[in-house]
């Protein structure tokens, strides 16, 4: 087993709907928990639903790549050395909860 990590892209919109004004944010490493290292990571990706796109905010998939169970990112390591503990975790999300979906997306295509 592996985690599928999912780099994202948090953005918001300092105009308005008519007027939009994006600026970048930041964003998060989402990891799939207990991923298959045969799996349809595509499928993966598009089942997390991570991405999503409102008038005044948006969160994109930038990249994503498979790692060893023990995986941590940049931030977390940071607040290891900092702070002697991860206070702020990157969010996760368990494989079996999306399974079924990831499953119905695999058939699609």
Known sequence: MAILVI?????????TPLEPYWKNKGGSSYKVLD???NADYNAIVEASEVAYNG????QSVISW?????????D??????????EIAYPEPTIPYND??????CLVQQH
């Open 7 to 15: 780099e994202t892209q948090y953005r918001e919109n300092y105009g």
């Open 35 to 37: 991923v298959d290292l």
């Open 55 to 58: 008038p005044m905010m948006s």
């Open 65 to 73: 790549h498979v790692e060893s169970d023990d995986w941590q990112s």
């Open 75 to 84: 931030f977390e390591l940071g607040q290891l050395k900092w702070d002697g």
């Open 98 to 103: 999306i399974k079924e979906l990831v499953e």
